[in-house]
Structures are given as C-alpha cells and as structure tokens.
C-alpha cells in the first residue's frame, strides 16, 4: 500500500532473510521479526548497523524540518491507516502435531476471525504465486488484517502472526483500533490451536 502510493514495486516472500536477498534490483527488504536489509548492494542480510544509520539520517532529516519520528509516523498512520502485529508460538514436544493441527485448519477453515470474515485463504501446500510448497497457511480478513499460520523453521514451534490495519479519526485512534484488532485475532485463534 505505501509502496504503492509512492510508485515503488513491492514483493512478498517467505519469511526469511535467504528468500528476502533474492528478489531482483532488491532496495529494501523486511521481516516481521523486525530484521532490515536496507544497503542490500553492500549485506545481503539483515543488518542492525546499517538500520540504524539509517535512522539515524531520517531523525536528523526531520529534525531540521522542525519535526520527530513520531510526527513521522502520526503523518503516515493519517495518511494509511495505522498497523500493528502480533505472534502466537505453540511449543511442541512432537513436530508430528504441527500437522496435526495446520491439517485441522484445512479440514475445518474458519469462516470468520475475531468477528472478521475470511475473505481468502492462500493454502501454500501446493506452492501459491511462484512460492514453493510449504505448510503454510495465510487467512486475508475483511478490512485488510490477515493471519498466517506456519512451522518454525528453525524450533520445534508453531507460528502465527497477527497483522492488522485500521482507520482512524486520528493516528491515536488507528493505532489503538490496530492493537485491539490484534488482541481480538489472539483471544479468537488461541483455541484453535490446541490438540485437546
């Protein structure tokens, strides 16, 4: 969407900074667990260092124009909406029970989430637009939030990440609709992910 607004291209990937450095005449990339690529002609990877300097030059940028990073972003939360995030890790003892549950989640799709249809489901086990199979699964909601359901590739865990975005009067009003959303989306996907 901001993307978009700007006329830049944007791509998704899976989750990963190995997926994430291999999108072609890459100049930003991103992950929900908060890694930056931001000089991917220099690192090929996350890099805090750079972010940082990065940041930093954007705080002196808006400094001299009389304004701070949180006027930054009140003016982008104004301009397209405010987003906030979550994660839900399920530690298994037996990786056989990640299957157990996302193969429930196939059988028994939720038709709504927090009060939030679900307007898609994107079922990675066959490979969905050019990504290769995998057990994910990505639920779209009405109102532009999403759920996406996967195993850790790295731990013996189930994840899944909360994405919301909301409107709001004002950036105050948008950020805290964006959390409560995300808060709903917990409460209403903790019981489904339970082998009991």
């Known amino acids: 969407m901001i993307a978009d607004a700007y006329g830049l291209p944007y791509r998704d990937t899976l989750t990963g900074f190995k ?9 930003y990339g991103f992950e929900e667990a908060l890694g930056y690529l931001v000089d991917p002609a220099k690192v090929r990877d996350k890099d805090g260092v750079s972010a940082a300097v990065e940041l930093v030059a954007l705080v002196a940028e808006l400094h001299a124009a009389g304004r701070t990073l949180g006027d930054q972003l009140d003016a982008l939360a104004e301009r397209f909406g405010a987003f906030a995030s979550g994660q839900i890790s399920i530690r298994v003892t037996d990786l056989a029970d990640i299957g157990l549950i996302t193969g429930r989640l196939r059988k028994e799709p939720p038709v709504s989430l927090a009060g939030l249809a679900v307007e898609a489901v994107d079922d990675f086990r066959d490979g969905v637009d050019g ?13 532009g939030s999403r759920v996406i359901v996967r195993p850790s ?19 105050a009003a948008a950020r805290a609709e964006a959390d409560a959303v995300v808060a709903a989306l917990d409460a209403a996907l903790r019981p489904l992910l339970t082998l009991g």
């Not at 997926?19 to 890459?26: D, H």
């Not at 590739?153 to 950036?171: F, H, I």
């Open 19 to 27: 997926w994430v450095s291999r999108v072609p005449n890459l100049a």
């Open 131 to 143: 990504f290769p199979p995998s057990d994910i699964l990505r639920y779209r909601l009405a109102g």
């Open 153 to 171: 590739g790295t731990e013996p865990k189930l994840k899944v990440y909360l994405d919301a975005q909301a409107g709001g009067a004002t950036a």
